[in-house]
Nanobody
Framework: QLQLVVSGGGLVQPGGSLRLSCAAS????????IGWFRQAPGKEREGVSC????????RYADSVKGRFTISRDNAKNTVYLQMNSLQSEDTGVYFC???????????????????WGQGTQVTVSS
């Protein structure tokens, strides 16, 4: 059974950092894309970043470029989202999602993904 487990959310002051983890299990494919999305109250779900495990190609939303870094540890089947210089606008529920794919790049549209993990709350506030 495919499963994505998210951890690492919490409360942080503006300018602070958090690291989210997405641990994947049950994948029989050697290649897949992992995406991070977030959703603030009253807003649509927004693609934040994604990575392809086969070639490490990444994408970032313009709003997080230079502040967030996505990375993977294939041995642990885990993808991380390092979030630095956090702003109040980064507040929301963060989700991890996955799609089996080997080639090309990943996408920041939610409909592209097949599997979703549970969300974790990230609150940036003083």
């Amino acid at each position: 059974q495919l499963q994505l487990v998210v951890s690492g959310g919490g409360l942080v002051q503006p300018g602070g950092s958090l690291r989210l983890s997405c641990a994947a299990s049950g994948f029989t494919s050697a290649g897949y894309a992992i995406g991070w999305f977030r959703q603030a109250p009253g807003k649509e779900r927004e693609g934040v970043s994604c990575i392809l495990t086969s070639n490490s190609r990444t994408r970032y939303a313009d709003s997080v470029k230079g502040r967030f870094t996505i990375s993977r540890d294939n041995a642990k089947n885990t993808v991380y989202l390092q979030m630095n210089s956090l702003q109040s606008e980064d507040t929301g529920v963060y989700f991890c999602t996955a799609r089996v794919t080997y080639f090309g790049g990943c996408d920041l549209g939610p409909s592209w993904y097949s599997y979703w993990g549970q969300g974790t709350q990230v609150t940036v506030s003083s």
